[in-house]
C-alpha cells in the first residue's frame, strides 16, 4: 500500500462559520472528491472509509463522497478503488467543523495471483471472487452448503473451523470466533454493505450463495477493517434471483377449414360476404 498526494482544499473552522452556525452545528463534516492524478477524472465507485470504524461510504459519479454528524476528534480516511492506488491521510477533526478535501490517486496495474478453475465455475460478485483468489480467510460456496445439507446460517458457520455458534431456543444464535475475547461479535456484512449480527439467523440459507470467514484483523483485508473487525469479520453474500423468463407470445389460432361440396375444394372458413 503507498499513500498519494492529498490536497485540502479547505477546512472551515468553527470561528470561520459564525458563532450562531456554531451551536446549531455540534458535529462535524468531512466531505470531498476523488480525481485521477494529472487528467484530473473522477473516480466513480471507490470506497471511501474511516479505519476504526463501520462508516464508509462510495465515490458518486463526480467522485464526490461525503460523512456528516461526526464528533469531533481524529479520524484516518482510507480511500480504495480497483485499479488505483489506496490513499490514506488522518484528518483532525474540530467541533462543528466544515473539511472539504481533494484526493488524487492514479491508475496501477492489479496483479491477482494465478487461479486454476477446475469443474463448473464459481458463481458470485467480483469481491467475492477476488478476496477467495486472495485466500487470506475461509470461504463456503453454494455448492458446499448443498453438499452438507444446512438447514440454517448458523448451520453452515459450524463447518468453519475456529468458529462457536451459540444458540438459545434453537433460534437466536450469536457467532463467535473461538481466539477472540470472550463476548466479543465479529463484524457483520451482507453483500458488502455492514450489517447487523441478527442476519446471521434471520437470514434463509436457501437465499446464501456464500460466506466469508476472517477469524481476526491479521486476516481481514483493508476494505474490511473496522474496530469490530478485531472480532473477526463475517461476509454473507445472497443468491442473484435469476431474471424473468420471457413471456412467449401467443400464437395466432389457425383457420378450420370445412369442406365446400359445391366446388368439390376445401376453403378456409370464414365471415359470410
Given at each position: 500500500m503507498r499513500t498519494i498526494g492529498i490536497g485540502v482544499i479547505a477546512a472551515l473552522a468553527a470561528g470561520a462559520?459564525?458563532?450562531?452556525?456554531?451551536?446549531?452545528?455540534?458535529t462535524g463534516v468531512i466531505r470531498g472528491v476523488l480525481l485521477t492524478t494529472g487528467e484530473r477524472r473522477p473516480v466513480e465507485g471507490a470506497r471511501i472509509s474511516l479505519v476504526g470504524t463501520t462508516v464508509a461510504t462510495r465515490t458518486g459519479a463526480t467522485g464526490g463522497f461525503e460523512f456528516t454528524g461526526l464528533e469531533a476528534g481524529r479520524y484516518l480516511i482510507r480511500v480504495a478503488a480497483i485499479g488505483y492506488a489506496t490513499v490514506t491521510t488522518p484528518i483532525d477533526l474540530k467541533s462543528g467543523q466544515i473539511v472539504d478535501l481533494e484526493f488524487n490517486t492514479e491508475a496501477e496495474a492489479v496483479n491477482l495471483p494465478e487461479v486454476t478453475v477446475e469443474g463448473e465455475a464459481t458463481n458470485g460478485p467480483m469481491d467475492w471472487l477476488r478476496r477467495k483468489s486472495e485466500g487470506r480467510g475461509r470461504y463456503i460456496d453454494r455448492a458446499e452448503i448443498e453438499r452438507r445439507q444446512a438447514a440454517t446460517l448458523p448451520d453452515v458457520m459450524r463447518m468453519v473451523p475456529g468458529v462457536r455458534v451459540e444458540c438459545r431456543n434453537g433460534m437466536q444464535?450469536?457467532?463467535?470466533?473461538?481466539?477472540?475475547?470472550?463476548?466479543?461479535?465479529?463484524?457483520?456484512?451482507?453483500d458488502g454493505v455492514p450489517s447487523d449480527p441478527a442476519i446471521a439467523w434471520l437470514t434463509p440459507v436457501q437465499e446464501v450463495e456464500g460466506v466469508e470467514v476472517y477469524s481476526g484483523p491479521a486476516q481481514t483485508p483493508p476494505e474490511l477493517e473496522s474496530f469490530q473487525a478485531r472480532c473477526g469479520v463475517v461476509v454473507i453474500w445472497t443468491r442473484t434471483p435469476p431474471p424473468p423468463r420471457p413471456k412467449e407470445p401467443k400464437s395466432k389460432p389457425k383457420p378450420v377449414s370445412s369442406p365446400d361440396t359445391s366446388h368439390g375444394v376445401r376453403r378456409a372458413a370464414g365471415p359470410l360476404a
Amino acid at each position: 500500500m503507498r499513500t498519494i498526494g492529498i490536497g485540502v482544499i479547505a477546512a472551515l473552522a468553527a470561528g470561520a462559520i459564525g458563532p450562531g452556525a456554531v451551536q446549531a452545528q455540534a458535529t462535524g463534516v468531512i466531505r470531498g472528491v476523488l480525481l485521477t492524478t494529472g487528467e484530473r477524472r473522477p473516480v466513480e465507485g471507490a470506497r471511501i472509509s474511516l479505519v476504526g470504524t463501520t462508516v464508509a461510504t462510495r465515490t458518486g459519479a463526480t467522485g464526490g463522497f461525503e460523512f456528516t454528524g461526526l464528533e469531533a476528534g481524529r479520524y484516518l480516511i482510507r480511500v480504495a478503488a480497483i485499479g488505483y492506488a489506496t490513499v490514506t491521510t488522518p484528518i483532525d477533526l474540530k467541533s462543528g467543523q466544515i473539511v472539504d478535501l481533494e484526493f488524487n490517486t492514479e491508475a496501477e496495474a492489479v496483479n491477482l495471483p494465478e487461479v486454476t478453475v477446475e469443474g463448473e465455475a464459481t458463481n458470485g460478485p467480483m469481491d467475492w471472487l477476488r478476496r477467495k483468489s486472495e485466500g487470506r480467510g475461509r470461504y463456503i460456496d453454494r455448492a458446499e452448503i448443498e453438499r452438507r445439507q444446512a438447514a440454517t446460517l448458523p448451520d453452515v458457520m459450524r463447518m468453519v473451523p475456529g468458529v462457536r455458534v451459540e444458540c438459545r431456543n434453537g433460534m437466536q444464535c450469536a457467532i463467535r470466533m473461538t481466539r477472540a475475547p470472550r463476548g466479543c461479535n465479529p463484524a457483520f456484512f451482507m453483500d458488502g454493505v455492514p450489517s447487523d449480527p441478527a442476519i446471521a439467523w434471520l437470514t434463509p440459507v436457501q437465499e446464501v450463495e456464500g460466506v466469508e470467514v476472517y477469524s481476526g484483523p491479521a486476516q481481514t483485508p483493508p476494505e474490511l477493517e473496522s474496530f469490530q473487525a478485531r472480532c473477526g469479520v463475517v461476509v454473507i453474500w445472497t443468491r442473484t434471483p435469476p431474471p424473468p423468463r420471457p413471456k412467449e407470445p401467443k400464437s395466432k389460432p389457425k383457420p378450420v377449414s370445412s369442406p365446400d361440396t359445391s366446388h368439390g375444394v376445401r376453403r378456409a372458413a370464414g365471415p359470410l360476404a
